[in-house]
């Protein structure tokens, strides 16, 4: 059972980047999936999540308008796609999956929503 993250890196004020995160071990193909990110010293906070279908998704303010979120269940993978970025967006970028059904919203904002996490992909974004 395992989420690897890929794809960070250093980016200038207003780049962009995509992270990929591929699953394995188990079938996650239907599993809700998403991203939290934690910056240095600061608390780990939801960035975005979607549906095991994709049909739907849900995003943070700080990063709704720029980033995507998006998957390819055949390949077993989700990608956070993320443009405009800030230097407030430097963090370690942690993909999250989960088996439960409930709704994507409020509630996939917390941490305890998420059964499986993958071991983070830093993002530095310089100024």
């Known amino acids: 059972v395992q989420l690897q993250a890929s794809g960070g890196g250093l980016v200038q004020l207003g780049g962009s980047l995509s992270l990929p995160c591929a699953a394995s071990g188990r079938t996650f193909r239907m599993y809700t999936k998403g991203w939290f990110r934690q910056a240095p010293g600061k608390e780990r906070e939801f960035v975005a999540t979607i549906s095991g279908s994709g049909g739907t998704t849900y995003y943070a303010d700080s990063v709704k308008g720029r980033f995507t979120i998006s998957r390819d269940n055949a390949k077993n993978t989700v990608y956070l796609q993320m443009n405009s970025l800030k230097p407030e967006d430097t963090a370690v970028y942690y993909c999250?999956?989960?088996?439960?059904?409930?709704?994507?919203?409020?509630?996939?904002?917390?941490?305890?929503?998420?059964?499986?996490w993958g071991q983070g992909t830093e993002v530095t974004v310089s100024s």
């Open positions: 999250v999956a989960d088996p439960r059904i409930f709704d994507i919203g409020p509630r996939r904002t917390s941490s305890s929503a998420y059964d499986y």
